[in-house]
Nanobody, 125 residues
Framework: QVQVPESGGGLVQPGGSQTLSCDMSGGTVSGYEVGWFRQAPGREREFVAAIRRSGSRTHYEDSVKGRLTVSRDNAKNAVILQMNSLNAEDTAVYYC??????????????????WGQGTQVTVSS
């Protein structure tokens, strides 16, 4: 059974940085599309970023482009979400998800089969 637990959440000041890690077990991270989603209180789950199985193609939600970077560490069998220039609007529970996802469905959360439990990121002074 594939598992994708997240780690690295916490409290960060506005303008600060945070690194989230999604450490896959039960499978090889290079064999799946891996996405990051987030959900803030009272809001729907939204797409943040994703990396395709090939590792060469990444996707980002418009509001995070230039601030967040998704990458893969094959040696650690993990996908990393580096978050810079964080602001209050980035406060949410962040989820890692993995699956076999066709390109057109990359941003659709229901296309992913395996989900982590979520990690809270709070941006506040």
């Amino acid at each position: 059974q594939v598992q994708v637990p997240e780690s690295g959440g916490g409290l960060v000041q506005p303008g600060g940085s945070q690194t989230l890690s999604c450490d896959m077990s039960g499978g090889t991270v290079s064999g799946y599309e891996v996405g990051w989603f987030r959900q803030a209180p009272g809001r729907e789950r939204e797409f943040v970023a994703a990396i395709r199985r090939s590792g060469s193609r990444t996707h980002y939600e418009d509001s995070v482009k230039g601030r967040l970077t998704v990458s893969r560490d094959n040696a650690k069998n993990a996908v990393i979400l580096q978050m810079n220039s964080l602001n209050a609007e980035d406060t949410a529970v962040y989820y890692c998800a993995a699956g076999f996802v066709i390109l057109s469905q990359t941003r659709v959360w229901s296309s992913y089969r395996y989900w982590g439990q979520g990690t809270q990121v709070t941006v506040s002074s």
